[in-house]
């Protein structure tokens, strides 16, 4: 019965891109990291998100079909510096007790030279922005890999508005990691 099992597994591995099967890969804080890089005149300050949940599907093997829904808890925001996390979550940035989670949902991958660009929607303080970035991926019938960094305008969210681009700059460094074999 075991070497069944085992054949039939095997079999939907070699068959999965030839009958269009697609895979589903879950997004944990074990599998995927998301960290940002926020600066200003005088230094720079480190911090991520610690639960983060989704999934990577794909389709065939083929990375343009990549599909990629990733919900960040906003509670979960760290930094190198417990006041700047306490000031980060309040109302001046992610007001975390009104906006608990951000979304990005990917709509396109496209081919872009030995790399990829992800497009897709980003949903913060409530507002819905589409971005784009480049990222390193491969996949394969047992998981995903992704790898990027690349910058967004914090302001176009609303957030931190108040605080002008000569105290906090409005490009914040994100880098994004999955591993999810």
């Known amino acids: 019965m075991l070497r069944r099992i085992v054949g039939f ?14 895979a589903d890969f879950p997004l944990t804080d074990k599998n995927t990291t998301v960290k940002f890089v926020g600066s200003k005149p005088k230094g720079k300050h480190d ?3 610690k639960a983060v949940k989704g999934t990577a599907s794909v389709k065939d093997n083929d990375p343009t079909t990549l599909k990629i829904t990733l919900d960040i808890d906003m509670e979960s925001l760290y930094t190198d510096n417990d006041m700047l996390t306490t000031h980060l979550k309040g109302p001046d940035f992610f007001d975390v007790k009104t906006n608990t989670k951000s979304k990005f949902v990917s709509t396109k991958v496209e081919k872009s030279g030995d790399d ?4 897709g929607d980003l949903t913060m303080l409530g507002k819905t922005k ?4 480049p990222a390193k991926l491969a996949v ?9 960094s690349f910058s967004i305008d914090r ?3 609303g957030i931190g508005t108040k605080f002008g681009a000569a105290k906090i700059d409005t490009a914040v460094k994100m880098t ?3 591993k999810t074999k």
């Open 155 to 157: 302001s176009q969210w």
């Open 176 to 178: 994004v990691s999955v």
């Open 116 to 119: 990829y660009k992800i497009t």
């Open 130 to 133: 589409e971005i784009s970035f």
């Open 9 to 22: 597994a095997a079999l939907a591995v070699v068959l999965a891109p030839v009958l269009g099967i697609a």
């Open 47 to 49: 911090g991520g998100f």
């Open 140 to 148: 394969a019938a047992d998981g995903v890999t992704l790898s990027s």
